[in-house]
C-alpha cells in the first residue's frame, strides 16, 4: 500500500527555521519524482520544491535561497528543510510523489497522484 506522512509542522517565529519529513513506503522511491507543496489559506495550492530521480530539482521563486528539498532513497524519506521563514510560507504542507520523469522536475500538481495527508506550519510572532 502505497503511503507518505507528513511530519515536523508547528508553529516558528518569522526568522525561524523548521525541517520537514515524509516517510514514505509501498512504491520504488528511488526512481520516483518527488515533490512539496504547500496550501496558504484561501490560497491555490503551490509547487514548493522537486527532484526527480536523476537529482534534477526545481524550486519556486517565493523559496530559493531559503528552502532546500532532499531524499534519503536508503531511508524512503524526503525532507524539507526551511530556513528564514517568513509569515506567508505559513500553510498546510504536503508531499507528493509521481512515477513521470520529467528534467528537470514538475511543480504542476496535476502530476501527481500519490500525496501525504499534509502537515501545518504556522510562521507568527
Known amino acids: 500500500q502505497l503511503q507518505l506522512v507528513e511530519s515536523g509542522g508547528e508553529l516558528v517565529q518569522p526568522g525561524g527555521s523548521l525541517r520537514l519529513s515524509c516517510a514514505t513506503s509501498g512504491f520504488d522511491f528511488d526512481s520516483w519524482t518527488i515533490s512539496w507543496f504547500r496550501r496558504a489559506p484561501g490560497e491555490e495550492r503551490e509547487g514548493v520544491s522537486c527532484i526527480n530521480r536523476k537529482g534534477g530539482r526545481k524550486y519556486a521563486d517565493s523559496v530559493k535561497g531559503r528552502f532546500t528539498m532532499s531524499r534519503d532513497n536508503a531511508k524512503k524519506t524526503m525532507y524539507l528543510q526551511m530556513n528564514t521563514l517568513k509569515p506567508e510560507d505559513t500553510g498546510v504542507y504536503y508531499c507528493?510523489?509521481?512515477?513521470?520523469?520529467?528534467?528537470?522536475?514538475?511543480?504542476?500538481?496535476?502530476?501527481?497522484?500519490?500525496w501525504g495527508q499534509g502537515t501545518q506550519v504556522t510562521v507568527s510572532s
Open positions: 507528493a510523489a509521481t512515477p513521470i520523469l520529467i528534467s528537470p522536475c514538475d511543480l504542476r500538481a496535476t502530476q501527481y497522484g500519490s
